[in-house]
């Protein structure tokens, strides 16, 4: 039985030439539906990409045919099962230039990947007195185990500012990097304002005193081509179901050298080599990250959205996306009544906005009835509102199989909102 | 469109835009506030109520639509009324917007808080609408802190 499919309209020649979109569409059956009648207008991919049938193909061969616990590998299955789930660890390796696979670790997400930076590094490194720098972009997930880490040990979290367009102010950055800084833990692209930060920079400025920098790259892996090691970043932190992949799997980066001296986050199985009741032997990387049964199924899908991405190419996504964000800012911000919040020079794929005298409530369920799938909230990025003075704002994501049409679709609905309340 | 019009009925945009009895009671006998984490409506609620009954209601906070308009309705329509009255009133308007379809309307003794009838379409508005009212039960309750719509 033969189901890991490739995708019918994955472009082989890849290169410069321009995306099928019509054809990679076909990719992803759940964009061809009605929603309240109306065609399905998915922009809400910051919050949650769509799946390619590739990697459900690649989920359901392994329930179907390779079902097993993996790392105990005596019997077929196992050994199958392993291949895989180490497979897709090398081919996530490679996607995000990695020097080593034992620098992939799996998690649950971007969430539980800060949370074990935070607890493992973070408890043996920072002490009282010392300083963490996140910034005001941060999503939730990347403030609160700063904060609670910082709470247990007397150390103090810096914010960098942000200007009137949402992006880092650079300068105070500077200022605030000291001696006392034991991390700086900053996102690479924001999820509530699409800024793309200066991540480079941010990397070299702290490096230079020694310190390392962990990167959010929940919103960045999915639209650009990223490189640990041109990066130089210290740890890179993503999820899965933002790349195309499935829900509850994602990968911390680290480099080895952080990562051997830092303890284990979770302890139990598979994250030790031997066990008595007098001693513990922990296993090499990356096992020691990854107590317990992992999330085998899940990994293998990453695997395969990433071989996914591989052949639709990076490169041309970037393009594509940098052309479909500014037409819609373009097409957005020609309507009357509407503010963009987040107008950054360099910015990926996120517009949020607001609807002068319309709750972003009221506008997410009047554009779900015109078919289009928004976010209206505070993205989990509440210091973020705060900064613009806003509860919340309309957030509309791009992917790159949205189109220029389901952009007027949004411009359209948009108007909608403005007739009832007008 | 038609179906969205039963949601954001006129009256209900009347209200979110220009809310009646909006502001504080400086001589209030019971006060609450609500809050909302989902989508961050906030509300804050003063009642004089003297002998069993609310002489006045006002309330205070920023929010969607329907929960803006919604308190609004609610304060219009509290004034005069018995506790006894209010209570039976928001389980009437609260069956109307969870009840089934199929039971038939619920909408009698409502007044104008029927104009909510379409948020029964919307579960996911339903605590908008309720927000305002599952705070004022907590300030009769002598609840002052906040109401969760949870």
């Not at chain 2, 409506?41 to 919604?70: H, M, N, P, Y």
Request: a negative charge; one cysteine or more; hydrophobic letters at 40%.
């Amino acid at each position: 039985m033969s189901v890991t499919t490739p995708s019918v309209a994955s472009p082989k020649e890849s290169g410069t030439a321009p995306l099928d979109v019509a054809a990679l569409r076909r990719d992803f059956p759940v964009l061809d539906q009605k929603v309240h009648g109306k065609p399905l207008v998915y922009l809400d991919n910051a919050a949650t990409s769509q799946t390619p049938l590739a990697v459900i193909d690649a989920m359901r061969k392994f329930y179907l045919e390779d079902c097993a616990n993996v790392h105990r590998g005596v019997h077929e299955l196992s050994q199958r099962a392993t291949d895989d789930y180490e497979g897709a660890r090398a081919a996530v390796q490679k996607f995000i230039g990695a020097a080593e696979s034992e620098e992939v670790i799996y998690t649950r997400g971007t969430t539980d990947a800060l949370n074990l930076v935070a607890h493992s590094y973070g408890r043996t490194h920072v002490q009282a007195g010392d300083e963490v720098i996140i910034s005001t972009l941060e999503h939730h997930s990347n403030i609160v185990p700063w904060q609670i880490l910082c709470d247990e040990r007397g150390a103090t979290l810096r914010v960098i500012p942000i200007n009137d367009a949402g992006e880092l102010l650079m300068d105070d950055y500077a200022r605030l990097l000291s001696d006392k800084t034991r991390i700086v833990a900053v996102n690479h692209v924001s999820n509530a304002l699409g800024t793309v930060n200066p991540v480079r920079q941010i990397i070299a400025m702290a490096h230079e005193r020694g310190i390392p920098v962990l990167l959010d790259g929940a919103q960045s892996i999915p639209h650009m081509k990223v490189d640990m090691r041109e990066l130089d970043c210290d740890f890179y932190a993503f999820s899965g179901h933002k790349m195309f992949g499935p829900t509850g799997i994602g990968i911390l980066y680290g480099k080895r050298e952080l990562l051997e001296k830092m303890p284990p986050y979770q302890s139990g199985g598979d994250m030790i080599k031997s066990v008595t009741f007098e001693k513990t032997t922990y296993n090499d990387l990356p096992y020691k990250f990854e107590a317990g049964t992992p999330n085998i199924a899940d990994a293998i899908g990453l695997g395969a959205a990433v071989e996914y991405l591989n052949q639709v190419g990076m490169d041309r996504i970037a393009a594509y996306e940098k052309h479909l964000l500014d037409y819609a800012t373009e097409a957005i911000s020609a309507v009357d009544g509407i503010r963009l919040i987040g107008t950054a020079r360099e910015k990926a794929s996120v517009l949020s906005f607001i609807v002068e005298g319309v709750h972003p409530h009221d506008i997410g369920t009047i554009l779900d009835r015109e078919g289009v799938a928004v976010r209206a909230g505070h993205h989990c990025a509440q210091p973020v509102m705060d900064r613009f003075g806003v509860p919340a704002t309309t957030r509309a994501s791009l992917a790159f199989y949205n189109t220029e049409e389901e952009v007027d679709a949004l411009v359209a609905a948009v108007g909608k909102v403005q007739e009832l309340f007008g | 469109m038609s179906d969205l019009r039963d949601l954001y009925q006129e009256l209900i945009v009347d209200h979110s835009k220009r809310p009646r009895n909006f502001g504080e009671l400086e001589d209030s006998s019971h006060e609450a506030s609500g809050y909302n984490p989902l989508c961050g409506d906030k509300i804050k609620l003063f009642l004089k109520i003297e002998d069993g009954v609310i002489r006045e209601v006002k309330f205070i906070g920023a929010g969607c639509a329907i929960s803006t308009a919604s308190a609004s309705l609610m304060t219009e329509t509290l004034k005069g009324r018995t506790l006894a009255q209010a209570e039976v009133l928001f389980e009437t308007f609260h069956f109307m917007l969870t009840s089934p379809k199929d039971m038939g309307s619920a909408h009698e003794g409502l007044g104008k808080l029927a104009v909510f009838s379409g948020v029964n379409e919307y579960p996911a508005r339903v605590k908008c609408a309720t927000l305002a009212w599952h705070t004022l039960k907590n300030a009769i309750e002598g609840r002052g802190d906040s109401a969760h719509t949870e």
